[in-house]
């Protein structure tokens, strides 16, 4: 919430594509698609900690995070799709262009893999919820 003009003093970048009211801010900053006020998960993506769980709606304006049973199965076709064209990329960028081994290569996914599993389901979860939902910069005064 902002009061009176002064400019928001956070640690968001400032660039317009990232500022609030822009897919790209609630997408990457895992935010309330609606109101842009509140995050999606209760724990950072690197954190480790109840990976898994997000909030059931937002506490801001009351969207519902689970509006209907399997709501979450186009997510995860985002994250499949970006997910498979990641390792393809990657393995073929360490093999050709690194010249690592094959062995070497696919090791080195599977770290990767593993470290950043839980960012790319949320990721994903938040892409779904912004195709889903429009910002309303109503929700977001109230
Ligand atoms: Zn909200």
Redesign the pocket.
């Known amino acids: 919430m902002d009061i009176g003009g002064a400019a928001p003093c956070n640690s968001t970048i400032n660039m317009s594509i990232f500022k609030k009211g822009s897919k790209a801010y609630s997408i990457f900053g895992m ?8 995050d999606l998960f209760d724990t950072g993506a690197f954190s480790f900690s109840k990976p898994f769980d997000m909030k059931d709606a ?6 519902d995070f689970m509006p209907e049973p399997g709501f979450y199965f186009g997510a995860m076709f985002i994250s499949y799709i970006f997910t498979a064209w990641f390792c393809i990329l990657f393995v073929l960028f360490l093999h050709w262009v690194l010249g690592w081994s094959t062995a070497a290569s696919f090791g080195a996914l599977i770290a990767v893999c593993a470290i950043f599993f839980v960012y790319i389901f949320r990721l994903a979860r938040s892409i779904w919820l912004n195709i889903n939902f429009k910002y309303d910069p109503e ?2 005064k109230a």
């Not at 935010?31 to 006020?37: A, L, R, S, T």
């Not at 937002?58 to 969207?63: A, E, F, R, S, W």
Request: with cysteine; aromatic share 0%; charged share 30%.
């Open positions: 935010k309330c698609p609606k109101c842009h006020e509140e937002c506490p801001h304006c009351g969207q929700k977001a």
